[in-house]
T-cell receptor, first 117, second 111 residues
Framework: GAVVSQHPSWVICKSGTSVKIECRSL??????MFWYRQFPKQSLMLMAT?????????EQGVEKDKFLINHASLTLSTLTVTSAHPEDSSFYIC?????????????FGQGTRLTVV | GEDVEQSLFLSVREGDSSVINCTYT??????LYWYKQEPGAGLQLLTY?????DMKQDQRLTVLLNKKDKHLSLRIADTQTGDSAIYFC???????????FGKGTRLHILP
């Protein structure tokens, strides 16, 4: 199957700093990638849709100035958590659908666990 | 409502079949998915079904779709200890192509 790689797998940062998370599709291209957030024992909450070459579309209640998304190429999207606070600690997961699948299949990265201290 | 609903827990004896149920909301959903998440890991796509299908079988996995009732189920035959995980049901909504997840069903395997 198609592989989506996230980096880093985990990160600990100080409150007030910014953290960048990368999402790469390793063996396919994707015009659209999705960013999710998962709180402990809860489902995945869609944060935003990342579109290659254009601005991301954010879900209601998600601060676009806090969660900066850049989709620079067909294989890379980045999520930057700016001025992180302890309440931003969470598990962040990205997904992508290969162009060849015509949006039938969605593959996920392994997730990034962010801990803000 | 807007939610995809699943029961939160299921306990099954090793060797028995597990059936995980899900109800979704969007009648125009194009695809429905089952994902598996092991502790601390990302999501693994197990299988998916197109909305105009009733059933899909893939080795030990059988997906049944009742479009009229918006009900989806995942049956795992001969459940093994390695099947212990959280299983997420998800729908790809027709109106905006977003994938919306249920809260996940934690499958616990009894010896």
């Amino acid at each position: 199957g198609a592989v989506v790689s996230q980096h880093p797998s985990w990160v600990i940062c100080k409150s007030g700093t910014s953290v960048k998370i990368e999402c790469r599709s390793l063996d396919f291209q994707a015009t659209t990638m999705f960013w999710y957030r998962q709180f402990p024992k809860q489902s995945l909450m869609l944060m935003a849709t990342s579109n290659e070459g254009s601005k991301a579309t954010y879900e209601q209640g998600v601060e676009k100035d806090k969660f900066l998304i850049n989709h620079a190429s067909l294989t890379l999207s980045t999520l930057t958590v700016t001025s992180a606070h302890p309440e931003d600690s969470s598990f962040y997961i990205c997904s992508a659908s290969p162009l060849w699948s015509k949006n039938t299949e969605a593959f996920f990265g392994q997730g990034t666990r962010l801990t803000v201290v | 409502g807007e939610d995809v609903e699943q029961s939160l827990f299921l306990s099954v004896r090793e060797g028995d079949s597990s059936v995980i149920n899900c109800t979704y909301t969007d009648s125009s959903s194009t695809y429905l998915y089952w994902y598996k998440q092991e502790p601390g890991a990302g999501l693994q796509l197990l299988t998916y079904i197109f909305s105009n299908m009733d059933m899909k079988q893939d080795q030990r996995l059988t997906v049944l779709l009742n479009k009229k009732d918006k009900h989806l189920s995942l049956r795992i035959a001969d459940t093994q200890t390695g099947d212990s995980a959280i299983y997420f049901c998800a729908e790809r909504r027709g109106r905006d192509d977003k994938i919306i997840f249920g809260k996940g069903t934690r499958l616990h395997i009894l010896p």
